[in-house]
């Protein structure tokens, strides 16, 4: 039936047809339909596990690549507007029109000899973007794990460099309900031997032990790599080498240098096989790009985009407005899943907030915005509504923004934060640059 297709969205489609009720978490279908494939790649691969700074660390090594003169790959999930945005081939998006013969050999593998293999929507596409990879002539292969790690699609490949990021408590339905289980999840990533780079400076125990137990060679931050800086410039140093009077990278937040530490460890790790210039890491983290990572877009009012969507990213998240300096009125459009652990994040960024925006969502899984309003009352309860603060609700983070633009003066600030779909809401269209109608007057 497969040969019918002949559109991304139609084998975006057949994928969700495709989702099992009752699929088994392992990666033995996965690894089946791969084999059957004969997928596989001829370049050092990068594997970053996480719960928060994946999707940076990922451009960030990207960046650095492609100023050292490598053709680079990257795989990332989800996307905030548009399918295509998961794969970068030499730091372009990739054509949706190039995706589709992946897809139909994903399809023929799946079905081969009418012995049919069950795959979830990520494994399928995942798959399809591997392969499509593995035929692009790369030199490095960059890929972000969807979710944990042990169990994700993208552990099929054997990584010659793993990256684990930040570790903190989400998706606990799937992966644990403490970091302890969350960082053995993510920690199936390393491979015996081979080097693993743990940029969280405080890891679960879990990630050393399974580094341990498996020989892998474990680089820890503060031990085997470090960063200094004041407010002009940074430095990096690894077991081999250093590097001095950095520029601060141009993804903006405190936490960005963390997730710089970790990208030059990797290379540090992988110097035998990818070597970087100096001058590559200088331009490349000067030049990085990711929309929706503390996006600050100058305008009036200004608006700041952040994929901010578990207790730990909204904390950074609040630090960096909180650095952002004065704004006599905060606007948040916010629209999140219903299985996050919503108290927490209301309650630290709540006090910087002065109108909430609250919206509904395109997916089942999320929680609607009278919900989210109404567990915004309910803590303003708890803590004895110490202030006003209007709230409203809507229907889409595109008509959120509206509301938010027409009540805001030109000085004020708005932050679209939550979920993908929150700020590839309001990115539909492109980013907007916003005029207050005050202006116009």
Request: charged share 20%.
């Amino acid at each position: 039936m497969h040969t019918t297709i002949h559109t991304l969205e139609g084998w975006l489609a057949h994928c969700e047809r495709l989702h099992p009720q009752h699929i088994d978490m392992g990666l033995e279908r996965v690894r089946e339909v791969a084999r059957r494939m004969a997928l596989r790649f001829d370049c050092p691969v990068i594997t970053v596990a996480g719960t928060n700074g994946k999707g940076s660390t990922c451009a960030m090594l990207e960046a650095v690549a492609l100023q050292a003169g490598y053709r680079t790959g990257v795989y990332t999930s989800p996307h905030l507007v548009h399918f295509e945005e998961r794969c970068r081939i030499h730091g372009d998006i990739v054509n949706a029109s190039d995706l589709i013969a992946h897809f139909a050999a994903v399809e023929s593998a799946r079905t081969q000899n009418g012995n049919e293999f069950s795959l979830s929507y990520f494994e399928f596409t995942t798959l399809a973007i591997l392969r499509l990879m593995s035929f692009s002539l790369l030199d490095v292969a960059i890929l972000e794990v969807g979710l944990g790690g042990r169990l994700d699609a993208t552990n099929l490949i054997d990584a010659d460099c793993a990256v684990i990021t930040s570790i903190d408590i989400d998706h606990t339905e799937y992966l644990g309900p403490d970091r302890d289980s969350i960082g053995r999840e993510k920690a199936g990533i390393m491979r015996t031997g081979r080097p693993v780079i743990v940029s969280d400076p405080v890891p679960p125990q879990s990630v050393i032990d399974h580094a341990r137990e498996i020989g892998a060679d474990l680089w820890r931050f503060g031990q085997d790599f470090n960063y200094s800086g004041d407010k002009q410039q940074w430095a990096w140093s690894g077991r081999g080498r250093r590097y001095a009077g950095l520029a601060y990278p141009a993804l903006r937040g405190a936490n960005q240098l963390m997730n710089a530490s970790g990208a030059l460890a990797a290379f540090e790790a992988l110097r035998d096989r990818i070597p970087v210039t100096a001058q590559a890491v200088r331009n490349g983290l000067a030049l990085v790009q990711l929309p929706g990572r503390f996006q600050i877009v100058p305008g009036q009012p200004t608006l700041v985009m952040d994929v901010a969507h578990n207790p730990h990213s909204v904390a950074a998240l609040t630090a960096n407005l909180d650095a952002m300096g004065y704004f006599p009125t905060t606007h948040a459009v916010f629209g999140a899943m219903a299985d996050k652990d919503l108290a927490p994040m209301l309650a630290k960024v709540g006090p910087l907030i002065d109108r909430w925006y609250f919206t509904d969502l395109p997916t089942p899984r999320a929680d609607t915005a009278a919900s989210l309003q109404q567990k915004w009352n309910a803590l303003q309860i708890v803590a004895g509504g110490r202030r006003e603060v209007p709230c409203s609700t809507h229907a889409s983070p595109e008509k959120a923004l509206e509301a938010a633009v027409a009540a805001a003066d030109p000085a004020d600030r708005i932050v679209v934060f939550g979920s993908f779909y929150t700020v590839g809401g309001v990115l539909q269209n492109g980013t907007p640059r916003l005029q207050a109608k005050h202006l116009d007057t």
